[in-house]
């Protein structure tokens, strides 16, 4: 098994990994996006608003501000030591204060804790004319992706199939698929076709090519033949600021691995007793 | 998660996984589904956030729920491999 980076960066990445099947990859994307906990704004406690938003639509839209996650640092609320009460250990606070006239930013939000702090500081939260006012007392909690959005760390994640592109005996070089192709993956290279170097990873599996050389009259079947590889995947993973994305994808595939050991623990719990289970 | 036998036979098990999802559950069945003893392996979630229930049939030769079992371990294996890559990675 491997992984190939394209590139990392500290908000993205593209990277290929085979080989895996596809509910492996599918599991992985999945975890990415949904099981990776991360912090964001959930309880906004108001104490003057004269905006022209309601209450609810401020804290609606603070709560989509992403927050700089220390995942060391936090635990989430259910699992607290101070059961749920709120402590520093389970929550970061922000407090913001802002009179208009002017727009309030996301940098308008004072942290408790200064490594926890909005991802980036030009978010426009809210626009304010003379005499306007908003000051807010905000937590930010621990949680999922699949609790809500706004836990999400990821703002792209996909995969797709690594093409194949195979060119027959029969090319004869015409390059009617070179002028088709959207992503210039093709070439002309002396009497055939071939792919640019570096390229291949650029198809995005269309078939144009495909159809271009059929209408070039060159039989019934056409010399390039584009297909997949299938168990090799390029994943494209973009963060939204809250996690570098190397814990975005080492995370991911602890969930799984996590779900793998409990699962495992369970059984071996079930079958490990004398035989007293449930028959229907 | 919590696990809830339902059905237990030298060939068969029906168990219901609570707090799961497609997530986990569809690697897990998949990767059942590569032992050569098994003869069906498939989850079904009734309603949107319902638990799912896991169905697993063998041939005989395997117990169902040790089936289970090595299918966990060969997908923690593969993360394993994983997780050591990326800490290569610089």
Known sequence: MDIIFNRLDENSCRFQIGPVNTAFANSFRRAMIGEVPTLAIEDVRIYDNTSALFDEILAHRIGLIPITTDLSGYVKREECSCNGEGCPACRAMFTMSVEGPGMVYSRDLIPEDPATIPAYDNIPIVKLTKDQKVVVEAHAILSTGKMHAKWQPTTACGYKNYPLITIGEACDGCGQCVEECPRVVLEVHGARVKVVPGRIEECSLCGLCEKACLGSGIGEEPAIKVSFEKKRYIFVVEGDGSLPVKQIIVHGLQFIKDQSEELKERIGEISGGTGDEKQE | ?90
């Open chain 2, 1 to 90: 998660m919590n696990i809830k036998l339902l059905e237990l036979e030298k060939d068969k098990a029906r168990l219901i996984v609570q707090g799961e999802g497609h997530t986990f559950m569809n690697t897990l069945t998949d990767e059942i589904l590569k032992d050569p003893d098994v003869d069906v392996a498939r989850y079904v979630i009734e309603f949107q956030f319902s638990d799912p229930e896991l169905l697993v049939t063998t041939n005989g030769k395997k117990d169902p729920l040790d089936v289970i079992r090595d299918a966990c371990t060969r997908t923690s294996g593969y993360c394993d491999e994983l997780l050591s890559l990326m800490e290569k990675q610089e």
